[in-house]
């Protein structure tokens, strides 16, 4: 075998642990974006849907076509141990029927002697109903800044699908709690 013979197997063999290794690092930045949306997509973990209103108006007219049947919901709330806030739901438990919009209210009060903001993290238990729980509106889309001793009334719009009643893994299902904890953004 001849020197330039071996010379194009290395550089071959060097371009193609090269494609490698930036196909790596790709798949490694893409993860977070693409695990994030397979939850989404399939409620994963108790990762609840969001819906527009149009969905959410198309949802009731299903359930309506299904008779009345409803679901408890119950409310958790936490802080992260860092979070000088107080914050919790202002009922802990609630009975919606499916498909029919709902609002929850969830009160929170910084503590603190200087503003704090923070961003809420959520899910769904049972993780089965998190691809039926829809969200409509919430304060978790975004951050939320509270002032020195400010305290707000933070709403939840949400329904749940209908089509929860056709699946087999729903069945026994007679509570969703829909659980948040506020963590301090930096």
């Not at 936490?78 to 107080?86: E, F, K, L």
């Not at 707000?152 to 729903?170: G, Q």
Request: hydrophobic residues 40%.
């Amino acid at each position: 075998m001849s020197t330039a013979s071996i010379e194009r197997k290395n550089r071959r063999v060097g371009l193609i642990a090269l494609i490698v290794a930036l196909a790596m690092l790709g798949l490694g930045y893409a993860a977070v974006p693409l695990y994030d949306l397979f939850c989404r997509v399939t409620g994963f973990g108790g990762t609840t849907q969001r819906a527009t209103m149009a969905e959410a108006v198309e949802a009731q007219k299903q359930a309506q076509n299904a008779g009345v049947r409803t679901i408890s919901i119950r409310f958790d709330a936490n802080t992260a141990a860092d979070m000088p806030w107080t914050f919790r739901p202002r009922h802990v438990t609630d009975t919606v029927q499916f498909g029919e919009r709902d609002m929850a209210i969830f009160e929170a009060k910084n503590l603190s002697a200087v503003p704090i903001t923070g961003t809420a993290s959520f899910n769904v238990e049972p993780e089965q109903a998190g691809k039926y729980f829809n969200k409509i509106q919430c304060f978790c889309f975004t951050e939320q800044t509270l002032k020195p001793g400010e305290e707000v009334a933070m709403p939840v719009l949400f329904y749940v699908d209908p089509k929860a009643l056709d699946d087999p893994n729903m069945k026994h299902v007679e509570q969703i709690t829909l659980s948040y904890t506020f963590h301090r953004t930096r």
